[in-house]
């Protein structure tokens, strides 16, 4: 008795603590000492950027990277985002744009940014003292106190819904040093009214902080500095103000407004929050000697807090707490409940205590023996189940023991369960269905019994849920689970392919869902025709279910020994809590079913410090998780990630992205695959990959994240590109190739072609020249002549005759000598020339007379094709008359260019029979080596040659 | 606009082993009622009444560096709207940039202004944090110097001719 006084006043004194929310500092540096956060924003994946005294920050739920765009550390004063685009201004007074991993200035102030807005008519940009800037892609607007702004220190700026306009309408609401100032746009004019203490003495003060708006309220809330928060409804010219008396926190600095009247107030005095039962600023403020300057709420559900110190977070939209103290543990505690005045009760061991918020615990009643259960009815009776102590019940303080049913009498009860004027008991016998009448005393009357013999499979019902149709579930042990419709039972368990054999607890959540905990089956969901079963790879931290609730937003909080997990229907994802969230909550109850809903829809769950307080989200969390593919890096250097195409050579493509989530950061899973590379999705830790040596291809590289590790409700990033074929493994440079080459094939087998027929030609011809020159020489009269005048220069002349002979002989031998030749010298040719000159002069003597005009120069540089000369003097001897009377005269002239051969035409009266191939000949010769032509004339009876000289 | 007739400028520093004040009344400045706006300087070498003359060279050579920054100033606006044509106390807040030890920080001022038959006086009453102004205090010294310095201002404006 005395240790249960001891332990009744240690509660007693923990107990006058209120109830709380979770908070956790989120160390920005290395070594955690403080850093001022000036201003936060969420982008578009999720990430929190922070800007600070110290510079820009960025935060994933993990880590905080300090981000290269502001690697000077400038302070930052204000951040917004818009889409991918970051808005980032300083207290140096001026703006950043930040895009991927670009950043550009965009304006520059002379005083301090304070606030920055994206408007869908461009950004407004407010400063310390120099009004407010519009910057759109056309230039930059000033808005100052000249053109009607109330003042130019402007704390604050909003977008607020005109309220009671038919259409929709906006305006530009500014929190300045002197009041506010609402401009409206009209006929392209700006048209500003001014709101202060003078004209509205209920906004108590004129330096407005912060005003907000939020899409669809009508409301906006107005937080100044010394006078608290204002409610300021704008209408189309007017505007209506409701002021809240009492505040002491100071100057208001942010806030952030929940649905159901929920808000949460940042002041130069701490943080301070507004619960649905009403505000209280006279209650300790979070974060009392820190300045908060700014709060978000996070997809998740947690509050962000930005302060004079650094980040922290609260998890109070979601998750509060009542504190008992390090020295005492609840894990024992044995049964909960909670009354319909807002009472909860709670017992441990043989004592029975009731606490309210706020207030101490207070010993009600020691039992004779252990208290296992408890149950509040709605006419403030509390029911109590023992270990061998029957049923008491217990009303305005007295107890008495229920001793008219037999199967209870000195029973140990496991659970009471009630609905109206139905109460349920189960013991070691099985369940006991009491009449209860609204009377208000602890008579009751025993209606029905369920157990084994009745045909629920079992005696040993864990846990009874009457749910909203009026059916009971039992929760039995050996037996699965089963139902009484009020007329037969429906049972679940091995023979109909229902797993568990052991069902700890049963609830009914908001959408009519059953839920079935088991011991080590996991969680079960009853939609009405099939079960569902949730296990550790789903989230749950444990497959062994001790108790159940369902909460009002539609949740379900499943608690295992080490935490609690909750179903969080929109998300389809499990919010655990553990020891992991770093709040200090390791054990629960070991106690089944240990676990109450109060009035105001908060589930209590005992765990080793205190009562956890879950509670019905004010808006649905996101849960999933998100994924941002932060740098695309060619040979491990950043490339700019709207570039999509890589040169054959830029094959060594690497990754490296980041999954965000604030509340279970450590229970992200990635995966990964490169499309286009032949490679399903490969599961990861690591946040990033490389491709060393990527062949040339079409690919889209795609990253997720999810929760747990089958993927269910999985972010995606991905990124598309190309890498190019080289040159050589290009079609159509092959095909240019192969075409070019067959061309130039072509061309040069026309070419030798043409060459081997030019030769061949030439070298007919040649052949042919070579055949009449020698032809004429052996030509009988030419040998018969010859050898004729060489008998009568052997008896006239012996010297001559030999000359002669010398002479003739050359002749043939040069003739011979130029048949492989296909042009000779000039001099060459006149050399052979004269050789049968001389012949031929042996023979006609005086009759034949050749006159030649040409110089030394052209006789050594021109050429002339082999015997062309001799040819045409052979054709004049041979077709003009020869004689004393009528000599011959050939006259040979040759000029740089041509060489002529004429003589008079006094044709034979009988002439040699010709080939006439000799003209022929040298023409052909002449065509096979130059486009130059030979020409013939006769006329003035003289017969004239003209060849060209080459 | 009024300009500073007469002035007292005084602080005191509660350090556990010690406690310190000085004054001084070299203070300047003017007020524009017009445009609700204000400036006020004042020497910080004109400081006087220390407990020791080596306290009050360590003040000016140690702490206040009054050879780099001898000035203190205090710039800014009124919030309230002041009418000095009548009698009466009106208590007002002053905004503005508050510049000691060459580190200016943005203050929010309280400050009371009394008119009585036609004499402006005006009074207040503000802390300075030494870490705010990044005035280091040697280690030796900690518990005889306080790190929160209470400053005390009277001052009579005249119209300015």
């Known amino acids: 008795m005395r240790c249960l006084l001891f332990l009744a006043l240690l509660l007693s004194f923990s107990f006058a603590k209120a109830q709380r929310p979770f908070l956790r500092d989120i160390p920005l540096t290395e070594s955690g000492a403080p850093v001022r956060v000036n201003d936060m924003v969420f982008d578009a994946t999720g990430s ?150 003078r004209n509205t003495p209920a906004l108590g003060d004129d330096i407005v902080r912060v005003v907000r708006w939020q899409p669809g309220d009508p409301a906006g809330f107005v937080g100044t500095q010394a006078a608290g928060f204002r409610l300021l409804k704008i209408g189309k010219e007017d505007w209506t103000l409701t002021s809240f008396p009492s505040w002491a926190g100071g100057q208001i600095n942010d806030a952030v407004l929940l649905p159901g009247y929920q808000r949460f107030i940042a002041a130069e005095g701490g943080l301070f929050y507004q619960r649905r039962t009403g505000m209280n600023s006279n209650d300790d403020p979070v974060f009392a000697g820190r300045s908060v300057h700014r709060i978000l709420r996070s997809a998740t559900g947690n509050v962000l807090v930005a302060t ?111 609905r109206g004027d139905t109460l349920w008991v189960s013991s070691l016998n099985g369940v006991e269905e009491l009449y209860i009448p609204s009377a208000g005393t602890c008579a009751q009357r025993a209606l029905r019994h369920h157990g084994r013999a009745s045909g629920v499979g079992s005696d040993y019902i864990y846990q009874l849920y009457p749910d909203r149709r009026g059916h009971l579930w039992m929760a039995t042990d050996g037996a699965g689970l089963a139902m009484w419709d009020g007329s037969r039972y429906h049972r679940w368990d091995s023979s109909s392919g229902f797993a568990p054999r052991v069902v700890y607890s049963v609830v009914e959540d908001e959408l009519g869902n059953i839920w079935a905990g088991t011991l080590e089956n996991g969680l079960l969901r009853w939609d ?117 195409r890589f040169a054959p050579d830029e094959n060594g493509i690497g990754f490296r992205w980041e999954g965000v989530h604030f509340a279970s950061p450590e229970r992200l899973h990635y995966r990964y695959r490169l499309r286009g590379y032949g490679q399903g999705w490969i599961e990861t830790g690591d946040e990033s990959v490389t491709f060393p040596r990527l062949p040339a291809g079409r690919y889209a590289f795609e990253v997720e994240a999810a929760l747990g590790p089958d993927f269910r409700r999985a972010a995606r990033a991905s990124y598309a590109f190309q890498i190019a074929a080289p040159l050589w493994k290009r079609w159509w440079f092959w095909g240019t190739v192969a075409v070019a080459l067959a061309g130039i094939g072509y061309a040069l087998l026309r070419r030798r072609d043409h060459a081997r027929q030019r030769l061949a030609t030439l070298q007919q011809a040649r052949l042919r020249a070579e055949y009449e020159g020698l032809k004429s020489q052996v030509n009988p009269h030419f040998l018969f002549n010859s050898l004729n005048t060489l008998m009568s220069l052997i008896e006239e002349d012996p010297t001559a005759a030999a000359r002669y002979t010398g002479q003739l002989a050359d002749l043939y031998r040069d003739t011979l000598a130029f048949r492989s030749r296909d042009v000779v010298a000039l001099g060459e040719e006149w050399a052979v020339l004269q050789k049968y000159l001389y012949i031929q002069q042996s023979r006609f003597g005086e009759a034949l007379r050749v006159e030649t005009n040409f110089t030394d120069d052209v006789l050594r540089d021109r050429r002339i094709i082999p015997l062309a000369l001799q040819l045409l003097v052979e054709n004049a001897i041979k077709h003009n008359e020869v004689s004393r009377a009528h000599p011959l005269t050939i006259s040979i002239t040759a000029t ?55 | 606009m009024f ?149 005390t201002v009277n001052a009579t404006l005249v119209p300015r001719s």
Not at chain 1, 542 to 548: D, K, V, Y
Not at chain 1, 591 to 614: C, K, Q, R, S, W
Not at chain 2, 113 to 134: C, Q, W, Y
């Open chain 1, 48 to 197: 929190l950027w922070l800007g600070t005294a110290q510079g820009l920050l960025r935060y994933n739920g993990r880590t905080v990277t300090e981000e290269p765009a502001n690697s000077a550390r400038r302070p930052v004063s204000a951040l917004a985002a818009q889409g991918n685009v970051i808005f980032v201004g300083f207290e140096e007074g001026h703006v950043l744009v930040l895009y991927g991993n670009k950043a550009r200035r965009l304006f520059s102030a002379a005083s301090r940014i304070t606030c920055l807005l994206p408007a869908p008519f461009g950004l407004l940009v407010g400063t310390a003292g120099d009004g407010i800037a519009l910057i759109r892609s056309e230039g930059i607007y000033r808005l100052t106190t000249e053109s009607g702004l109330s003042d130019d220190y402007v704390n604050g700026l909003a977008l607020a819904s005109v309220s009671s306009a038919p259409e929709p309408e906006t305006r530009l609401v500014a929190a300045t040093d002197r009041g506010i100032t609402v401009i409206r746009a009209e006929a392209g004019r700006l048209r500003s009214t001014i709101i202060n203490t």
């Open chain 1, 528 to 644: 009405g025709k099939t079960w569902k079963t949730f296990r550790r790879e789903h989230g749950l931290q444990s497959n062994t279910i001790l108790s159940l609730a369902a909460l009002r937003d539609g949740s379900v909080v499943a608690v295992n020994e080490g935490g609690a997990d909750q179903w969080l229907p929109e998300s389809s994802e499990f919010r655990q809590y553990s020891r992991r969230m770093g709040l200090h909550i390791d054990s629960f109850s070991t106690v089944l079913n240990a676990m109450v809903m109060d009035t105001a829809g908060d589930v209590l769950v005992p765990y080793e410090h205190g009562f956890l307080i879950i509670k019905p989200a004010a808006q649905p969390p996101d849960f999933g998780p998100r994924i941002a593919l932060r740098t695309v890096e060619l040979f491990f250097k950043p490339v700019d990630t709207t570039r999509h």
């Open chain 2, 3 to 151: 300009k500073v007739e007469s002035a007292q400028v005084s602080f005191f520093s509660k350090a556990p082993k010690e406690l310190i004040e000085a004054s001084s009344t070299d203070l300047r400045g003017v007020l524009d009622l017009a445009k609700g706006s204000f400036a006020f300087t004042v020497d910080i070498a004109t400081f006087q009444g220390f407990n020791s003359p080596l306290q009050r060279q360590h003040f000016n050579e140690n702490y206040m560096e009054s050879a780099v920054h001898p000035l203190a100033q205090y710039t800014g606006k009124i919030i309230e709207s002041l009418d000095l044509s009548r009698d009466g106390v009106f208590p007002i807040r002053t905004k503005g940039k508050f510049t000691v030890h060459g580190v200016s920080i943005e203050r929010i001022v309280p400050c009371t202004v009394t008119v009585k038959r036609g004499k402006v006086s005006l009074h207040a009453e503000f802390i300075v944090l030494l870490l705010d102004h990044r005035i280091k205090i040697p280690r030796v010294v900690y518990d005889k110097l306080a790190p929160e310095i209470a400053v």
């Open chain 1, 308 to 418: 004079s110190e650094g980040l922290s977070f609260l998890t109070a939209e979601y998750l509060e707490h009542i504190d008992v103290g390090p020295s005492y543990n609840l894990r024992n505690l044995s049964a909960l409940a909670a009354d319909r005045t807002g009472t909860r009760w709670f017992a441990q061991d043989k004592a029975l205590f009731s606490f309210d918020t706020g207030t101490r615990a207070r010993l009600r009643y020691t039992a004779p023996e252990s208290i296992t259960s408890l149950y509040a009815d709605i006419h403030d009776r509390i029911w109590i189940g023992t270990l061998g102590g029957g049923l008491l019940c217990m009303k305005d303080g007295q107890v008495h023991t229920v001793a008219n049913v037999e199967n209870l009498r000195g029973g140990h009860i496991l659970h009471i369960a009630g």
């Open chain 1, 896 to 950: 740089a260019e041509t060489v002529t051969v004429r003589n008079i035409l006094r044709l034979k009266a009988s002439p040699e029979r010709s080939t006439g191939t000799g003209l022929d000949n040298i023409r052909n010769r002449y065509a096979l080596l130059t486009p130059k032509t030979i020409s013939t004339s006769r006329n003035d009876g003289k017969f004239t040659v003209v060849l060209p000289l080459l």
